[in-house]
């Protein structure tokens, strides 16, 4: 390549970068990418640099995931839900189920998806291959690639309770041969979601450790995440660890500490999100695993409420939270114990959810309202 052509390749990758983050959706993108390749006759060493240059950017440029939950009998449509999450540079969604609707929806969308399946699917996907081939079949190839499904989470927190926590790892083993069948596993990973009753609170992440009741299913659980590549997904809420502990600083839980607030092992913390996330980190390594990565599910501050736990659940509190949440995620700072480290992070919820059940303040994690206006105002572009 002569150095004139290099200078050139340099311009268009600049302007590529300028145009790539003024352009929601990845189809548009890739229209972008074919033009700019077409019009200016590049190369073949020239393509090689741009799609390097694109894969870095991928990476470099995270985006903020969200939980679409159907617990509302006012939603939006799937159609309208992806309109909505492109113009707001929304990139990553989790749903609590494989529903067509939705997976049709997201054809071409390019937002990346982890689908679920349910608690209920649990028992015969773990007693029968047949049946989670057919799963897979059904919930996955019917819309793979086209919509960009990247993760399937089996059961939500399965594996702490009574009832379904026996069957997850067979799920597991069951869906992930699927998968392989269906020559998947380099495409789709799969795992399962984890809340905080795995590991009992530790003011210090340093001292993390999963509980005894869960022990010995979290070793073959993280066995098979380090086996097949896939990452622990965490449900990670400093709205309730704050409400735990309420002698906890509240600005530690809203990103807002100014100086550090926890000193643990040498390592500065200034947020209880990242103390929560390396406390997860530590409990692992406390078992031995030291390389498998975290994939926050869900995390989000509700904007109202009444109860016990009414008083942080202000709209002034959600702004701060989903804003300083979205900042933290988007500059890849990663946690004091995988500093640099980019992280998914899939902020619960999209909309606030009407007929969600429990205490009042479940029904006010949205960032929006089911007619598609901001609950407060959100900077999507940190
Ligand atoms: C599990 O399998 C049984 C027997 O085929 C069926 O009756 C039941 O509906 C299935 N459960 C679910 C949740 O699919
Ligand atoms: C609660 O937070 C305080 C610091 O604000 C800490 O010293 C204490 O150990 C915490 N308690 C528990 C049970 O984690
Ligand atoms: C959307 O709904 C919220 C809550 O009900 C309301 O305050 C707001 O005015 C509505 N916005 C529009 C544009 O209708």
Excluded at 82 to 96: E, H, S, W
Excluded at 126 to 155: F, R
Excluded at 176 to 194: G, H, P, Y
Excluded at 204 to 211: D, E, L, N, V
Aim: hydrophobic share 40%; net charge negative.
């Amino acid at each position: 390549m002569l150095p004139s052509s290099i200078m050139r390749t340099l311009l268009i990758c600049v302007c590529m970068t300028i145009l790539y983050n003024s352009i929601s959706g990845d189809c548009n993108k890739a229209a972008v990418r074919n033009a700019l390749i077409r019009d200016n006759n590049l190369a073949e060493e020239e393509e090689v640099v741009i799609y390097l240059v694109l894969i870095y950017q991928a990476r470099f440029f995270n985006k903020i995931g969200v939980n679409n939950g159907m617990a509302g009998n006012n939603l939006p449509t799937p159609e309208q839900a992806v309109a909505l999450m492109q113009n707001n540079n929304i990139g990553k969604l989790r749903i609590f189920d494989a529903q067509p609707d939705t997976l049709k929806a997201y054809t071409n969308s390019g937002i990346e998806i982890i689908v679920s399946v349910t608690n209920d699917e649990l028992q015969n996907i773990s007693s029968s291959q047949e049946v989670a081939d057919k799963w897979v079949k059904d919930n996955i190839q019917a819309y793979y690639p086209a919509t960009n499904i990247k993760y399937i989470s089996l059961g939500e927190q399965a594996l702490e309770t009574p009832e379904y926590g026996t069957y997850v790892l067979s799920a597991l083993n069951n869906i992930q041969l699927a998968i392989e069948k269906a020559n998947l596993q380099d495409k789709i990973r799969v795992s399962a979601t984890n809340g905080r009753a795995v590991i009992p609170a530790s003011f210090f992440p340093s001292k993390g450790a999963f509980s005894d009741s869960v022990k010995d299913r979290m070793r073959s659980f993280l066995q098979f995440l380090e086996d097949h590549g896939s990452p622990y997904m965490a449900n990670v809420y400093p709205f309730f660890g704050y409400l735990e502990n309420t002698s906890i600083s509240l600005d530690y839980a809203l990103f807002k500490s100014t100086a550090p607030t926890v000193r643990d092992e040498g390592r500065i913390y200034s947020n209880l999100f990242d103390a929560l996330v390396d406390t997860i980190y530590s409990a692992m390594e406390a078992l031995g695993f030291t390389d498998i990565p975290i994939v926050v599910t869900g995390s989000g501050w509700p904007s109202d409420g009444t109860g016990d736990n009414a008083h942080v659940a202000t709209m002034e509190n959600a702004q701060t939270y989903s804003n300083n949440l979205i900042k933290h995620v988007l500059s890849n700072a990663g946690t004091p114990k995988r500093p640099g480290k980019s992280m998914e992070v899939f902020i619960f919820a999209l909309f606030n959810e009407n007929l969600k059940t429990g205490d009042e303040t479940e029904r006010h994690f949205g960032l929006f309202y089911p007619n598609k206006t901001l609950v407060y105002p959100v900077n999507f572009y940190p």
